[in-house]
């Protein structure tokens, strides 16, 4: 429901940069049969079928209205099916998540270690308990204990060894299996990452000139990524630890006349501490995402893919660079822990502890429990997705959503579309959108008015979709799928509430709407 079809278009408007963002032409539905789609012809036909013969075979014991009420209430589901959509997804969809939201998912996940020998361990003593089940089957010479009963003793020792599957713990929550030390990170079977941070460069104060030659730069990044590449631009703001904090606006001194200067400059950044924001630091993160048979094939194609994205960074005038496992582990934990707890980790520590990864980053506990909100550790949290509804993005919404004083992880999720498969989509479109104008002329004429007279949403979706066909096929433009996520951390309830009306506000003022991913947190 999140994602937004944006053309990487370089605007200037007030001598500001902005990227265009077409009409959602995913609502434009086709039409099969009787100005009904695909999906409606299939429920309405079911609802037909199961309802009508049900309404004659009750009515012969029962008076009309009652068999009417009867066939109404068995057919509604399947006109919710066919009709209801809640941000893009159909009833079933939403139902699936209520469901695994309030039934099926771990609720409270705890901080526990799952030890690498203590697992082995519970392995082999699995392993004896069914030897010696076995064992004990063979030494009954009148065979009491059956084949099927010997199974099923197997089959629940070695379910209680492997567990039932679920999340249970805050480690099993974090969504990957392994980190590497020279930063490759294993999402699953054949997915893997690697993390690039990058630093600001001097937007808001360059001329309009070099803010425009920055944004073409940014936009020829997007642009040189295919669709077999996910990119995710993830901008954090949180709380450093204050010792380190303080290292870090430290000036050395170098012994020379100059060391007065260093000092009293020292002091002040000191002193602005004290009454600034308390520690609080952003950071900015584009994280790479491929598929591939094994690490050494992954490595492979990032050396060309990481080395790419520096260059556009350094034509961009930003400071960029790759992340090693720990540097991505500490910026983990940063985001897991926004109070800026201190972060302790080691490679040499994981084979001696029989510890993995996921337990040096982990918050002390995790819980789902309600709909629009959940839990990590004692900060209060609620994910929301940005519904762009503005014709342009201006490149000035992340700033003020960004400005504030509490912690906030925005995240866009962008990967390009395969240029050849975009320019079919929007022709199919095209053709679902010109059969509308003519059922629509048609019924105009039925009526007696004018037949150039049609609805002003159709005459808009149809410009908007050959402007996007003229300006793939003719300009240098591609189509992007983007997912714009906001993430709150607070200290309470009535916080998060606040930051939420706060960023709601921001987001409201470029006409677009955060809006809470309910059952999905």
Known sequence: PCKKPVRSALRRLDKLAYVTIPKDLTKVKSKVLFGLTKRQLICFGAAALIGVPLFFLLRRTASNSAAAFCMIIVMLPFFLLAMYERHGQPLEVVAGQVIRCMFLRTKERPYQTNNFYAALERQAQAEKEVKAIVQKAKARAAGTTSGKTRGKAHSRILETARGDGKVHSAQDTLPFRQMYPDGLCKLDDHTWSKCIEFEDVNYQLAKPDDQTAIFEALCDMYNAHDAS????????????????????????????????????????????????????????????????????????????????????????????????????????????????????????????????????????????????????????????????????????????????????????????????????????????????????????????????????????????????????????????????????????KQKLENDLLRAASVAQKYNCSLVRLDFQQ
């Open 229 to 492: 590449i996910g990119m995710q631009l993830s901008l954090v703001s949180r709380r450093m630890n204050r010792e380190d904090f303080v290292k870090r606006i430290e000036i050395a001194a170098q012994g020379d006349h100059f060391d007065h200067i260093r000092e009293l400059y020292t002091q002040m950044l000191r002193k602005q501490l004290e009454r600034g924001n308390n520690g609080l630091i952003k950071t900015k993160y584009l994280t790479l995402t491929i598929e591939a048979r094994d690490s050494k094939t992954a490595r492979a194609r990032f050396s060309r893919i990481v080395m790419d994205a520096l260059n556009h960074f350094k034509v961009m005038g930003a400071l960029a660079k790759e992340l090693g496992g720990k540097e991505w582990l500490e910026m983990l934990h940063g985001i897991l822990h926004p109070d800026g707890e201190r972060f302790a980790f080691e490679w040499s520590w994981l084979a001696p502890s029989g510890l993995s990864v996921q337990d040096f980053i982990a918050p002390s506990s995790f819980r789902f429990g309600e709909a629009r909100k959940f839990t990590m550790a004692d900060k209060f949290c609620a994910v929301s997705f940005l519904q762009i509804s503005a014709p342009e993005m201006d490149d000035r919404m992340l700033t003020e959503l960004l400005d504030t004083d509490s912690g906030l992880l925005v995240s866009l999720h962008i990967r390009s579309m395969d240029q050849n498969e975009a320019i079919k989509t929007v022709k199919r479109k095209i053709t679902d959108i010109d059969s509308m104008k003519i059922d629509a002329q048609k019924k105009a004429v039925r009526e007696g008015f004018d037949m150039d007279i049609i609805p002003t949403d159709l005459a808009t979706y149809a410009g908007e979709a050959k402007n996007i066909l003229r300006d793939l096929q003719s300009r240098n433009e591609r189509m992007f799928l983007m997912t714009f996520l906001v993430v709150n951390f607070a200290d309470s």
